[in-house]
Each structure stands twice: as C-alpha cells, then as structure tokens.
C-alpha cells in the first residue's frame, strides 16, 4: 500500500498555485510514485527505471475499484474507462500527450495490458457476492463476511441499510473533494445479525455496500482471500525480459520448505541500482548473460521434476504465457502465501513469450505417446495451431494484441536523441469490448510513419529496431537465407548507428509474435524478405559514367548486391537495373530501354524505394493484423491514442513541422472540448462560473492548416519549384502572423512559435519530402516479382489497373487523417494522460524544475486543475439523466406521474445518501461536481438493477411454490387446524404477557428518561463555573450518554451567546484597535520575537498627544495631515556612526513625517506611496528600516533607520497606512541580513544575537565598517 506521500488527486491541494502543484508532483516522483490524478486525468512521470509489481494482482486490484480508491495509477484510469463503457454504453477514448522521451510508449502498452487481462481477475479471486434480501438468502459469502468494513465505498461488499426515510448525516455535508477520514470502525457480530434479522422482517429495505472512507485510507485496500493467495503470476521485469518463477513453483520439496517461489531476483538488483554494460534493456537495464542463466538453471528443475512435468504437460500449458500452468501447479503443491500489499506501483507487463518457450522446449524433450493415426510434423505452425485450438477466443485475442504490439513496436519504433524506445508513428487502438467486458476484436489506425529515417539517420540515433534484431537475433541459417551479414556497419542504412546485446533476444519475441498472429511461414519469410531487401537496396553504389552522345548516365558498381537483391525479390537482376538506373523504363530485360539517369538522380529513386517499400510493408503488416483481430459484430469502442510527442531539435526539417503540427493539433483538441467547450456549456446552463483562462492556441493551428493561405497549403502549390520560392511564398502569406517569425534575410529558416516552445524549421528539402512519391515505372518493375508480398505492396503497377488520380502529398495526407482522427475522438469521452519528462539526461530520480514547469505551462495543467477544482465532471441530459436513475427512487419507478422530469429529478437527488450539493441542474443538463459522486451514483444503480433482478427471480419463484402450496394446502388443512388453534391459544398467552411487560418498561423508562432531561436542564445554571461569561472559557457540565447532542447544541448556543456579548463591549475605538492586533499578529507571530511582549500593550497610536498642539494644527493644514495615526519620540539612527538621533516621528494617514522634537519643524516628509518596504531583524530588537522607492527623493536621502519601544506598533500601522494609500500591502522583510540605501550607497545591516538574557539586555550596539552596519542584540 502507498504512503501518503503527497496528494493523490491535485485538485484537493491546500494552497493551489503552480509551484505547489509542482511540488506535490517531486515529493512523489522522489518515492518513486510516478502518478497523480487531476480529478479523472492523470500525469504520468518518466521514471526512467524500472519499478517492480505483480501486474495481474494490480489488474485485479484496479479492476475491482473506483478510481480514488486506490493510489493514483495509470490502471485507475483506464478501469474509470472501462467501467463507463460497460455502464453507460459510450464509446470512450484514453489520449496520451506529452513531448518525446515523456514515456507515452510504456504507458500505452500498460493500458493494453490492463484492457486485455481485466477479466481475468474473475478467474482469480472469487467474485463480489451481493447480499440479497430474499427469504431464502440468510448469509453472505466469506468473501463479504472478511471484507465487511475494510473494503472501500466502491466493492460492493459491506453493509449499511439505506431505508425510504433516511436520517440524514451530519458528516455528509463535508466537500466530497476532501480526502475523508478512514473507515468506521468494524461492527460487532451481534450488531450484523441485528441488520439480518431486520432484513428478514421488512423486505422493502435495502441493504446496500457503501463506505464512505476514501483513497487515502490504509483500509481500503483489502488483502486478498487467502484461499486464493496461492495463484502466481510472474513479475515482469520490461516489456520483454520477464522474471520467470517457474524454477520456483516445479523446483524439489525442499525448496518448497524453504519459503516458495521468490518476488525477486538478482538481475532486477542490478537494474535497480543500475549496471555499467551497455548490453542492458533500453527500458530496465536487463542483462543477457544473468537472464541465459536464469533460463538454465529453470531448464535444469524442470527436467529433473518428472512427475511433475507430466502433470504440468496434461494441463497443455497455453502459448505466449506460462502464468496459467505455474498457477496451476501452484496451486497443487505450493503453501498458501501473504499476497505484497506494497506492489500496486509499477510499469509495464507482456505476455510472457519467453516463458512458453521455454516450457514447450523442455516438455518437447519428454517422452511422449505415439499418436493414434499419424504423426504430427513438429513444425512452428502445427504447433501453434495446436496451442490455439485448445485456447478460448478471448485468449486468443489477448495473446494476439500483446504479440502485435510487440511486433508494431520492432517495426515502428526507434532510438533517438530524446528517447531509447521512441515511437515514430502514431497509432490508434481501437479496442472493441462486448456488453460482458469481453474485448471481442481490435482495429489498429497508424497515422504518419516516420519513413525518412530509413535512409535519413541523425547521428547519434538508430533506425527503426528490425533491422538490428533482424542482423544480431537471426541464426546463420535464416541470415543465409536472407544473403545478409551480421556485421551493422557493411549496410549504409545502418551505418554511424550501433548495435545492443538486447536486439539479439528481443528477435525471437519479434519473430514469435508474427507465428502467434496467425501468419504462415510463406508470408513470415516474405516479411524478412522485404526487410532485407530494404537493408541490401541502401547498399547500391551509383556510379557515373559518360555516354558516347554525351550525356551523363550511371551504374551500379556493386552488381552483386543487385543479383542478391533481385534473388530475394524472385525478380530478374536487369529489371531491377533497368528501374533504377533508367527512367522510363518498360520493364524489359533488355539494357538499351528508357532513357538512363545520373548517379545523383538513381540515387534519389533508390532511397524513395526503400521508404516506400518499408512503409508499404508496415501498413500491409498492420492492414493483416486487423484483419486477425477484426470482430464479426459492431461494438462498443475503447480507444487509446498513441502520437507523436513535441520535438525540438537542433536542426529541425519536414518531419519536425508535421511532428509538431500534429501534437499542435492534439493539443488544440484538448484545449476545445476540455477548457474551452466546459466552461461555455456552464455558461448556457445558467450556472455560477468564474472564467479560467487559458492559452488557445487556434491561431497557430489556423497559421498551419488555413484553407489557401496555411503552410500546409502552400507547400502544396504546384507553381512552386524549389525551396527559395517556397519559404518566400510562406514569407509573404504569413507575414504578420504573431505566431511566425523569419530567422534572417539570408536565412533559409522560418519560425514558429507553438504551444510549446519556439521551433525554427530549414526549408531545405521541404518540397522534396512532401512530394516523395515513386515512380509509377518502378512500381511495375517489382511488380514482376513472383513474391506475392510484393506485388500486393505495389498494386499500381498492375498493367491492367486503370491509372488513377495523382498521389496525394504527405502535407494533404498529414491534414486528412488527422481531420479523420479527431473526428473519431470528438464523439468519445476523452480521458487525458499526460505524460512528463522530468528531466533531459534520461536518468531516474533526477527532477528538474525549469523543464517540468515548462511542460506544466504549455500542457495548460493549472486551468485543468482549477476546472476540475470549481467545475463539475459529469454532465447528462435531463431525459437520459432521469430515464438512467429513476430506479433509484420508489416515487419514479417505473413511471412517474407527480409532474415534470426536473421535478424527479429533484426527487431522485433528494432521495439519495449523496450530499445534494454534489448535483446542479441546469436548463438542459444535471451537473455531478466529484468523480467520486459519480461512481457511487452508478454503485447504486448497479446495485437496484441486481435487486430487480433479484425481484423478477422471486416473483417467479413464488408464482411456482405458490401452485405446489395451494394443492398441498387442501390435504393439510385438516389436519394442521387443531394444532394451530391450540398453538394460536399459547402464543397469545405468551405474546400477551410480554406485551405488559414491555408497556410497563416502556413506562418506566420513560419517566426516568424525562426527570434526567429535567435535572440536566435545571441543573446547567447551577453547575456553570461563576467565570463563564469569558469568551475563552471551556468549561461545562457533564451530560448524560443520551443527552450528549442536546448538550453538544446548548454549549455552542451559549458559545455564541458570550462571544456575542463579548462583541457588543466593543466601541469603535477598541474594533479599530482589534482590527490593529490582528494584522500586527499576521505580521509577526512566530516571526518577531519581540512581539510577545507588544500583546499585551493596546496600541495607543499618540504618545505625545500631537492632535491637541496648536502649532501641529498649523502645519498639519498646510501638509494636509489632518489625522494622526502614530506619534511618538523615537531614535534615527546615523547613517555614519549608527548614533542614536532623538526624533519626533509622525504617521500620516498619507505620509511618515520626521519632526524636531521642539521646534516641530519638519525635517522629512515622505509620502506613504514611497515606502514600499520595510526590514526587521527576528531578534528581541526595536529597530526598522523604511525603504524608500528609488525616486528623487529615495535616490538622495536613501532609506530611514528607526528604533523605538513601539516597533511592532509603528510598523502594524505604517503597513495599514501603505496598504490604505496604494491598494496594496508593503513586503515586510524580516531577516537576520538585508540591504538598505543610503542616498547612492547599499549598505548591508547584519543583526548578531549576542546571547544576554532578557533582563540584562541594554540597548543595541550599532556599529558601521564600511558597507556593513552591524548590530548586536
């Protein structure tokens, strides 16, 4: 269980500014809590390190809680996600945002993870049992009787009777925002039995689970029922390197004694406190070597557990994940064990593929019966076909999306600058859930492929990850096969770039995925094909060569490279030659056919094919995953979106613009329907609303993307013909923009200034990657090859295919599907994930401020927090609103007659155990303000739908035993009538005479309980102490027990009572004098230490009696400083020798005048408005130093040191004088070290406590050296 470390929810912050919301964020991030809510978003910091949990426990754990019941986790929000869906029937959406390296990648594959494996949690621990109020339902299951009270509001378990009249409870007025106080306390036996039998006695009460102890509570996370403690799952370590526990749950008895299987192992030491290989995972640091011997020792139990072995391998483990047959085996042999309640924090999981391999490699070796009628070929497909058959359509698909992430993630992703595991494209899960919660089927949506950094690799970056694992983790046969070399660097694309030991086994979960997907070894082997075809294209060497007619040609110098590449393609060499040396080419083998080309212009074709064939082949990979996913019927959708990051990099090109300009937009969606769209919905709603401001970044988006006059749209311009006239063209449409700026008249740069930060993009090579489109004589080249893969990847170059209107440009197509995008998420509740990067060097516990309060800014988080802070999170139509919940009101179900639906809506509201304040109802919709509300509200309706359910069963029930007990009812009439009567005779003697007995208690009671109320009442006055009319007075007399509300109301009446007398002893004088105190307490409590002493001192302001002096009359109407506020002889301090100076100060309701003490002729006269602060030491001192604004004045007098026995006094009023003349509050400094001016020089006053008691203590001694005025106290 998490500490409260921090706060979970940023919306329930004290004091809520930015910097705290930063700070709450560090404090958490420090403990390695990596999440925090903003009402139902969360952000999400990098953690750039692995942190450990038991996912599936976590699953479990989330999947059967509300969302603030749990520590902030990424789980949470999904299941919030996931349980609208199933309740509501409303296509959700989970968008991920945030710049690269934010951690956007492992975030997404922890949602799919949670997607795909939240019904598994109904196969591992027992389901929450409803407790019914049928005749026939007398006990709950074990599972509610241990999780009665320690379970949350949320589960669904414990009990408290909401009846038709409902007592209301004082505590429920509390702010739902609050986080509340643990639990109640656990009821006592007799008090449940008490709660059964009134439930058997009126079956019109409701019994309903609901506590209303909340997420920071210890209690609300209950431990597991131990009779299920014994189901394992394997902690994962990354995404693919996962703790295998099979060597612990198979291993020999004695290990079994000696504790079980371990929650740990040494390698996860090691990437937690961090290993120098660089042979590590890019996500956790894994090692290779400790993982092989992992893998060996495991192998070494498991062949020698026979016995075992053969009962594991009845149990036919299932593919892609052995967590099934180690909780099996588990659950045979292994000790009931205390599940970790500290294991809720975490990253990501994957189906563990390396663990059924391992698996089925040592149950291969075991003996096994001869099959009944033939043999089976041991080859990839049979066997996986084999393990899909015995394996349920939601297995199936669990496995299947885990595998196409992992494979999508080998093809479409890559090491950059900023991040180790970057996505270079964005996708879009569309996730197809069933009424059950069953996903039935996914559809995958990529948008932009990065396809440049095939044969454009930055220096310090690598290509896309295949093409590593492909060289380092195929064996000799397969890189044979492929005519390819495990040495990187002999391939140009890869060339600069370098190579990690954890390529080589990440290959074998990459070319699994393709075997668990469904795909047949032709097409797996056609998949490599392509992609070493890419790798071998980038090796062509184009040669120029001078043609007898003069012109320039080329060749290629490295012709065997070409037979290779033509073999792999099943292509003849000279066509492929042809195509690319040749333009126009007619896709003959003969050489002299079209016209030839230069080295520059081959070149340029060569590296537009291989990003053409690599993007070609991800969308035909990812076109034939849906295909394995598609569902048969139309669903309900759960979304998650996955784009591309905010990138600022040192040279910024076309990639950078479309990067950009796509998270532009994500964020301009976020910023419409979130900030934008909510607040003016409150305002047509007729509700109390506060304006939030807010950047709207609309104009940049409309800069880019403008019909006409967008960049976008003039890059596509036709008339353009080179980069020069296009950044030109830009110049002069975009001109005055405040959002664009030009780098210079020699530049070939523009800028822009996104939401993020200001990007300065060069035009070079602009036109030419927005137009990289292959020609059309090139595509009928290899669509001669005799692989089908390739063929179906360039079906323009079918000769019997009607020529179609020209491809569309990479800007029309950047602007089209992300129109097509966000008119998906528009129709969808969006739930917000923002992704943080805490610092720029990728290292874990490193938290830098400047770039978390930049990505705070930009991401608009504080007006998101101050939304969900003031506004409300749910909103419904009045019709959906009171056609969802009128089953929660006996007066509404199932048809309501008493007038208008805002009247039972109103009805519905009031009738329910929720604070009403929590719902407004506006002219068209009704309001819920907490998430917290909202799901206890759904609590209820799920749990009313289940008692009707229960109703129609009863109703059913009773119709079928009310026929069987009217034929048996005739035969037993007879026969039971004499011995109910006689039975009749005796209750009535016995209930008769109880009857008497409980009236003559009641009686008795009575009478006692009123002369106890009558002694307490005549009593009060007598017992009171005689000083009780103080306002500070605590006393009051003792009550008894069923007194102690009445005698809780009466001592804060009479509470009132003495302070309102106490109050009305004031006059104006004394207020005036209070309203003084109170700010010199503000001011200097625990601050001052002198000003304990000045507590007890009323402020008396004219010490002298200034305002009677005739002479001070005169010069007052002169100065217009009629009224005097403080008036006192005090000291002035020389600026040159620190001397004390006898000085009559006056305070002003204007200005501070400086007086001789006998002439009463003014020396200084300083407007109140000049003096805008004031510095005191924290010591026992008298002295203070007015700092005067740097004006005329200021700059040649400089600032005024005082002491004076009214220090506190002086300082309180001048504060009230300043704040009254300015409208605004002085900086009151108080410090040990502080500067002064003194005309045109700074001088430094340093406060030394000299440590004399307080008795002893004399007068400060002041001494001036030089720029430095020490004063020792």
């Not at 020792?297 to 026979?306: D, H």
């Not at 295949?466 to 005519?483: E, R, T, V």
């Not at 890869?494 to 070319?511: G, P």
Request: proline fraction near 4%; charge should be positive; hydrophobic fraction near 35%.
């Amino acid at each position: 269980m998490e500490e409260e470390i921090g706060t979970w929810d940023s919306v329930l912050l004290e004091n809520l500014s930015e910097d705290s919301f930063i700070s709450n964020i560090h404090q958490r991030y420090k403990r390695d809590y990596i999440y925090t809510y903003i009402g139902t978003s969360v952000v999400a910091l990098n953690p750039y390190h692995h942190i450990s949990e038991h996912s599936l426990d976590n699953v479990r754990n989330y999947g059967n809680k509300g969302i603030f019941q749990l520590p902030p986790h990424i789980y949470g929000l999904t299941n919030l996600a996931y349980q609208s869906l199933k309740d509501q029937s409303e296509d959700q959406c989970v968008l991920l945002t945030g710049e690269s390296g934010a951690g956007k990648t492992e975030t997404f594959k922890m949602i799919v993870n949670f997607l795909t494996h939240i019904q598994e949690r109904s196969l591992c621990s027992t389901p929450n049992v409803l407790r019914k109020q049928s005749s026939t339902s007398s006990t709950s299951s074990g599972v509610v009787h241990s999780h009665r009270r320690a379970s949350s509001s949320c589960s669904g378990t414990a009990n408290f009777i909401i009846c038709k009249n409902r007592v209301d409870n004082p505590s429920v007025g509390i702010s739902r925002r609050q986080s509340p106080s643990p639990g109640p306390s656990q009821r006592s036996r007799t008090r449940a039995d008490s709660i059964e039998r009134q439930t058997r006695r009126n079956i019109r009460e409701k019994i309903v689970d609901f506590d209303f102890s909340h997420h920071k509570s210890s209690e609300n996370i209950s431990v597991l029922n131990e009779s299920h403690a014994h189901h394992l799952h394997p902690a994962k370590s990354c995404f693919k390197h996962q703790q295998t526990q099979a060597n612990a749950c198979l291993a020999t008895p004695i290990a079994l004694k000696a504790g079980g299987c371990s929650s740990s192992s040494p390698k996860y030491m090691l990437t937690a406190y961090g290993s120098g290989s660089g042979s590590g995972c890019r996500q956790c640091g894994h090692s290779k070597c400790i993982r092989a011997q992992s893998l060996e020792k495991e192998e070494q139990a498991l062949r020698g557990s026979n016995s075992r072995l053969a009962s594991v391998h009845k149990m036919q483990p299932q593919r892609g994940s052995c967590s099934n047959l180690i909780r099996q085996h588990s659950t045979e042999s292994q000790p009931e064990r205390e599940r970790d309640r500290h294991s809720l924090m975490g990253s990501t999981q994957r189906i563990s593929l390396y663990d059924a391999h391992k698996i089925s490699k040592v149950l291969a070796e075991l003996p096994q019966p001869p099959p009944p009628t033939s043999s089976i070929s041991p080859t990839p497909s049979a066997s996986s076909s084999l393990h899909r058959r015995h394996k349920s359509p939601s297995q199936r698909l669990r496995e299947c999306v885990t595998c196409a992430d992992v494979f999508l993630e080998a093809m479409g992703n890559a090491c950059t600058l900023k991040n180790n595991n970057s996505s270079r494209y964005g996708k879009l899960f569309d996730i197809e859930i069933d009424f059950k919660g069953d996903p039935m089927g996914v559809h995958i949506t990529h948008y932009m492929l990065e396809k440049t950094r095939i044969t454009d690799t930055t220096i310090g970056e690598r290509n896309f990850h295949i093409f590593y694992q492909l060289l380092l983790g195929a064996d000799l046969q397969l890189l044979k096969s492929l005519k390819l070399y495990r040495n990187v660097e002999r391939y140009e694309l890869l060339r600069n770039t370098t190579a990690m030991e954890e390529d080589r086994s990440n290959f074998h979960y990459t070319k699994r995925s393709l075997d668990v997907l469904g795909l047949c070894c032709d097409e797996i082997n056609s998949i490599f094909r392509v992609i070493a075809v890419v790798l071998k294209l980038g090796n062509f060497i184009f040669v120029p060569v001078t043609n007898i007619d003069g012109t320039e040609g080329c060749q290629v110098s490295n012709v065997y490279e070409v037979q290779e590449t033509a073999q792999l393609l099943n292509l003849e060499a000279q066509v492929l030659i042809n195509c690319l040396t040749r333009a126009n080419s007619s896709n003959s083998s003969h050489e002299d056919v079209g016209s030839e080309m230069d080295a520059r212009q081959a070149a340029s074709n060569r590296n537009t094919l291989c990003r053409t064939l690599y993007s070609r082949l991800f969308t035909w990979l990812v076109n034939k995953i849906n295909e394995t996913l598609k569902s048969n019927q139309r669903e309900k959708n759960l979304a998650l979106l996955d784009f591309y990051g905010f990138e600022v990099l040192d040279h910024n090109s076309f990639e950078q613009f479309a990067i950009n300009y796509s998270a532009e937009k994500i964020h301009q969606n976020f910023v419409f329907h979130v900030l934008r769209s909510e607040q003016e919905l409150y305002m047509r709603e007729g509700l109390e609303w506060s304006r939030i401001d807010y950047f709207d970044n609309e104009s940049i988006c409309e800069l880019i993307d403008k019909p006409s006059y967008g960049i976008l749209s003039l890059i596509n311009e036709s008339h353009l013909s080179n980069n020069e006239a296009l950044l030109l063209r830009i110049q002069q449409c975009c001109a005055g923009h405040p959002n664009f700026m030009t780098s210079g008249s020699n530049s070939m740069c523009f800028q822009i200034r996104h939401f993020a930060n200001v990007v300065n993009y060069s035009i070079n090579r602009f036109l030419e990657k927005n137009s990289d489109m292959l020609p059309k004589y090139i595509s009928g080249a290899f669509y001669q090859s005799k692989l089908s893969l390739v063929q179906s990847l360039f079906p323009e170059g079918n000769p019997r295919r009607q020529a179609t209107k020209k491809p569309s440009t990479l800007a029309s197509n950047i602007r089209t599907q992300l129109q097509t995008l966000l008119a998906i998420v528009k129709h969808r509740r969006t739930h917000y994930v923002f992704c943080i990067k805490p610092n720029e060097g990728k290292q874990p516990h490193q938290f830098d401020l400047a770039l978390v309060q930049h990505q705070v800014r930009y991401m608009s988080l504080m007006p998101l927090v101050h939304l969900c802070r003031t506004g409300h999170c749910f909103h419904l139509l009045h019709v959906k609103f009171f056609h969802r919940y009128k089953l929660l009101n006996s007066l509404t179900w199932p048809h309501f007659h008493g007038g208008s639906q805002v009247e039972g809506i109103a009805l519905i509201i009031r009738n329910l155990p929720l604070p009403s304040a929590e719902f407004t109802i506006g002219t068209k919709n009704v309001f819920v303000r907490s998430p917290r509300t909202v799901y206890e509200l759904e609590q209820f309706r799920r749990l009313r739908i289940g008692e009707l359910a229960v109703l129609i069963q009863k109703m059913f029930r009773m119709y079928h035993a009310r026929k069987r007990y009217q034929r048996m009812r005739h035969s037993q009439m007879v026969i039971s009538s004499a011995w109910r009567t006689w039975r009749a005779r005796e209750e009535y003697r016995s209930l008769k005479y109880k009857r008497q007995v409980k009236w003559a208690i009641d009686v008795i009671g009575r009478y006692y309980r009123q002369w106890k109320i009558r002694q307490f009442l005549l009593t009060i006055p007598l017992r009171l102490p005689p000083n009780t009319l103080s306002p500070l007075s605590t006393e009051w007399p003792a009550s008894p027990v069923f007194l102690a509300d009445a005698s809780r109301l009466l001592r804060s009446i009479y509470h009132r009572w003495k302070c309102y007398i106490y109050r009305n002893s004031f006059d104006q004088t004394a207020r005036n004098r209070m309203r003084e105190k109170v700010t010199a307490s503000i001011i200097f409590k625990d601050r001052k230490a002198s000003y304990a002493r000045s507590v007890g001192h009323p402020f008396v302001g004219d010490y002298v009696r200034l305002r009677h002096n005739q002479q001070w009359k005169k010069i007052c109407a002169e100065t217009n400083d009629q009224y005097v506020v403080f008036a006192d002889i005090i000291n002035k301090i020389a600026r040159s020798s620190g001397k004390f100076v006898p000085i009559l100060l006056v305070l002003s309701t204007s200005s501070l005048l400086l007086l001789d003490q006998r002439t009463l002729q003014i020396k200084y006269r300083v407007p109140a408005s000049e003096i805008y602060r004031m510095s005191l030491s924290p010591y026992l001192d008298d002295i203070a130093v007015f700092h005067v604004k740097a004006s005329e004045f200021g700059r040649k007098k400089g600032d005024f040191v005082f002491q004076t026995g009214h220090v506190i006094e002086i300082v309180t009023k001048m504060f009230l004088v300043i704040q009254n003349a300015t409208g605004k509050p002085p900086e009151i400094h108080i410090s040990t070290e502080f500067e002064a001016n003194f005309g045109q020089q700074t001088v430094i006053f340093s406060f030394k406590y000299g440590g004399m008691s307080d008795l002893a203590q004399g007068p400060p001694k002041v001494t001036r050296k030089g720029n430095r005025m020490e004063i020792i106290v």
